[in-house]
């Protein structure tokens, strides 16, 4: 079973060791510390303040289902 949680970083210690490149970017992680997932909450945005009409993928929903099934997930490719 997975066990949410989230987590307040006050002091910006994990911001630093994980270096996200944007704003949200989301980690998942197993019970061994293993990264599944890292990347973008799904692309209703095209851009900055051009959001789609529709949304196309949930690629945190994905990355979830995959860690609680223990299926194979690929990851998203990282946008630039």
Known sequence: AL???????????????LAPTHVPE??????RGLLL???AI???FAAIGRPRAIT???YLADALTAAITGEWFAMAPARR
Do not use: K, M, T
């Not at 066990?3 to 060791?17: C, I, Q, T």
């Open 56 to 58: 196309r993928h949930h």
């Open 3 to 17: 066990a949410p949680a989230a987590l307040f970083d006050g002091s910006n210690e994990l911001a630093r060791l």
């Open 26 to 31: 989301c980690f998942v992680y197993d019970s």
């Open 42 to 44: 799904d692309d209703s």
């Open 37 to 39: 997932y890292r990347g």
